[in-house]
């Protein structure tokens, strides 16, 4: 095993979790964050030995992701999927990583546009500042500012009970 590979084998085994909990909650869907990570990965792989600045890996992972994560809406074939009232035979269980106290919170999470579900995401769940989300996306502190607010405004609406006692 060359240098590069095993660098890249210790990034994953240190990683790899947070990232597929990220690409979870990029796509809402088990599977379609399996896919997203790998896929992410792979790219990864390929630019690994002109990602200089080891400290800064995880933010060009993220960016990825939610590149390849929007870049999925555009293709044509998604257009083309044909939504059937036929209930899947079993449910997916929530997530391991899930201790179960969030699941309302997810599930209300996951009914926002993919772009302000990026947002909240890149903001709360990845700690991350509006300047740091505002580039993993590549759009404005602002809109950061603007999609943040309007998502949790969206939250509180449509799921009141996720709100916060009055203290």
Excluded: C
Excluded at 103 to 128: C, F, G, N
Aim: net charge neutral; proline share 4%.
């Amino acid at each position: 095993m060359t240098d590069r590979d095993a660098d890249f084998t210790a990034y994953l085994q240190a990683r790899q979790g947070r990232l597929l909990r990220t690409a979870y909650l990029l796509t809402g869907d088990q599977h379609q964050a399996e896919d997203l990570l790998q896929t992410s990965l792979a790219k990864l792989y390929l630019a690994w030995d002109r990602v200089h600045d080891r400290e800064s890996v995880d933010a060009y992972v993220r960016r990825i992701m939610v590149n390849e994560h929007n870049s999925l809406w555009r293709r044509a074939w998604r257009r083309r999927e044909q939504p059937t009232d036929a209930v899947p035979e079993v449910a997916s269980p929530p997530p391991a990583y899930d201790d179960g106290q969030s699941v309302a919170l997810w599930s209300a999470v996951r009914t926002l546009p993919r772009k302000a579900r990026a947002v909240l995401v890149l903001r709360y769940y990845e700690e991350l500042t509006e300047a740091e989300a505002a580039e993993v996306l590549g759009i404005s502190v602002g809109t950061v500012k603007s999609q943040t607010s309007r998502a949790l405004a969206r939250l509180r609406e449509t799921a009141p009970e996720l709100r916060e006692e009055e203290r």
